[in-house]
């Protein structure tokens, strides 16, 4: 059984850092791409970033490029990293595993899903 679990948010003032966790079990972790989306209240699920474990090649999405970090432990968990965080970047952040298309930014090309961890940044 495939199980991702998100942890790390919380509220962070404007200009902050945030890491966030993705333990994933139940699947080949070094086999599948992994990803990060979010999505905000009114808003669609938008794509963050993406690693293939082992580090070899990642995707970031436009909104996060240069702010964000994404990596793995080599073992069974995936990290996000932000900094200069803002307002905007508030939402819930939702860990995807499983690609089984060419598009990492499309939520409909993840099998499995995380329960998300809320990402709240304050002016």
């Known amino acids: 059984q495939v199980r991702l679990v998100e942890s790390g948010g919380g509220s962070i003032q404007t200009g902050g850092s945030v890491k966030l966790s993705c333990t994933t079990s139940?699947?080949?972790?070094?086999?599948?791409?992994i990803a990060w989306f979010r999505q905000a209240p009114g808003k669609e699920r938008e794509g963050v970033a993406a690693?293939?474990?082992?580090?070899?090649?990642t995707y970031y999405g436009e909104s996060v490029k240069g702010r964000a970090t994404i990596s793995d432990d080599n073992a069974k968990t995936v990290y996000l990293e932000m900094d200069s965080l803002k307002p905007e970047d508030t939402a819930m952040y939702y860990c995807?595993?499983?690609?089984?298309?060419?598009?990492?930014?499309?939520?409909?090309?993840?099998?499995?899903w995380g329960q998300g961890t809320q990402v709240t940044v304050s002016s």
């Open positions: 995807a595993a499983v690609l089984r298309g060419g598009r990492w930014y499309a939520p409909d090309q993840y099998a499995y």
């Open positions: 139940g699947f080949i972790f070094h086999s599948h791409w």
């Open positions: 690693i293939y474990p082992g580090g070899f090649s």
